[in-house]
C-alpha cells in the first residue's frame, strides 16, 4: 500500500472513530452506514469496511453487527 494511501485510510478511521465517540457520548446508537456517509465523508462501503475494523480495534466503544434489512445496522455504545 502506498503511504498517501495509508495516511488516507487512517485519517478516514481517526474521523469515523471521532464521529462515533462524539455520537455514542449519551449511549448506544444505531445507524446504517449509508445514513452517516455525508456526515463523515465517506462511501457506505468505506464506512462498513471501517467499522468492521474498528470493532476489533477501538476499546473505549463496543461496536457490532446489529442487523440486516437493505444494509447493515451498526450499534455502537460506550464501552
Same mark, same amino acid.
Given at each position: 500500500?502506498?503511504?498517501?494511501?495509508?495516511?488516507?485510510?487512517?485519517?478516514?478511521?481517526?474521523? /469515523?472513530?471521532?464521529? $462515533?465517540?462524539?455520537?455514542?457520548? &449519551?449511549? !448506544?446508537?444505531?445507524?446504517?452506514?449509508?445514513?452517516? =456517509?455525508?456526515?463523515?465523508?465517506?462511501?457506505?462501503?468505506?464506512?462498513?469496511? /471501517?467499522?468492521?475494523? $474498528?470493532?476489533?480495534?477501538?476499546? &473505549?466503544? !463496543?461496536?457490532?453487527?446489529?442487523?440486516?434489512?437493505? =444494509?447493515?445496522?451498526?450499534?455502537?455504545?460506550?464501552?
Amino acid at each position: 500500500m502506498s503511504t498517501t494511501a495509508q495516511t488516507s485510510t487512517e485519517s478516514k478511521e481517526l474521523r /469515523l472513530k471521532r464521529y $462515533l465517540r462524539e455520537r455514542a457520548e &449519551d449511549g !448506544e446508537l444505531y445507524f446504517k452506514g449509508k445514513f452517516i =456517509a455525508d456526515d463523515v465523508g465517506m462511501s457506505p462501503k468505506e464506512i462498513g469496511a /471501517l467499522m468492521a475494523k $474498528l470493532s476489533d480495534s477501538v476499546s &473505549d466503544l !463496543e461496536i457490532e453487527k446489529w442487523s440486516y434489512t437493505s =444494509a447493515t445496522t451498526w450499534r455502537v455504545a460506550p464501552a
